[in-house]
């Protein structure tokens, strides 16, 4: 693993990121939130939210991986759900089973693509996590684990997405006290130093 300086705190990044690592935590109201080094599809909570894409049928990055560690199931019960209402729309989330993965659900939210701020993306964002976090509550979900959702592919800019993450996550926690635990699993570098940022500041 290498040594990274991050702020006043030197944090070992250790590059096989299939162990995880729950690098910070935080208590919320009674919810601990965790910061999670790693690959989302090996966490240990009732719920993994995937970053998906409006037609459900699986793609690249965060969904690729979901998919492959899950199996079959999640794109058979996408694919029911497809059936019936077309898709998801963006800021949106259905649920499916999990799978093989070691969760019990998996939350399949579609994130905005970024344009520049003009299409309301901030507040889509904001919409996937709070979704997420309201039907996982409907499913008596007491763990759940974000991917950084639109900040891959869709290209939202990485500090503003983990800003309305934290703020939406926090929200929720004040409004209800269901959830046990909350985990940001990050998996690119850059993502990792920004929430660790963000946690620090909130200690
Ligand atoms: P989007 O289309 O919403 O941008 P992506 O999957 O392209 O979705 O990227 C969302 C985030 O998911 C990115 O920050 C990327 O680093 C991260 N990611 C990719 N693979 C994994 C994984 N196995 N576990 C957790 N996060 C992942």
Not at 148 to 170: C, D, E, H, M, W
Not at 188 to 202: C, G
Request: proline share 1%; glycine share 8%; net charge negative.
């Amino acid at each position: 693993s290498d040594w990274t300086n991050s702020g006043d705190a030197l944090v070992a990044l250790d590059d096989d990121k299939t162990k995880g690592r729950t690098d910070m935590e935080l208590l919320v109201g009674t919810t601990i939130i965790e910061l999670i080094y790693g690959d989302i599809t090996k966490t240990n909570v009732d719920c993994i939210v995937n970053a998906a894409n409006t037609s459900l049928l699986g793609g690249g990055g965060v969904d690729g991986a979901i998919h492959r560690a899950g199996g079959i199931e999640i794109l058979e019960e996408c694919k029911e759900i497809r059936a019936r209402q077309g898709g998801c729309s963006v800021g949106e989330a259905v649920i499916t089973t999990a799978g093989k993965l070691n969760a019990k659900y998996v939350i399949h939210t579609v994130g905005p693509v970024w344009n520049k701020g003009i299409n309301n993306e901030e507040d889509k964002l904001e919409k996937c996590y709070k979704n997420s976090l309201d039907i996982a509550v409907k499913h008596n979900v007491k763990s759940i684990a974000f991917p950084n959702i639109s900040t891959g592919i869709y290209r939202f800019p990485k500090l503003k997405a983990a800003q309305i993450a934290f703020s939406s996550v926090q929200s929720f926690i004040e409004d209800e006290k269901f959830m046990d635990r909350i985990q940001f699993v990050c998996f690119d570098e850059e993502n990792y130093q920004i929430y660790l940022k963000i946690f620090k500041e909130k200690l």
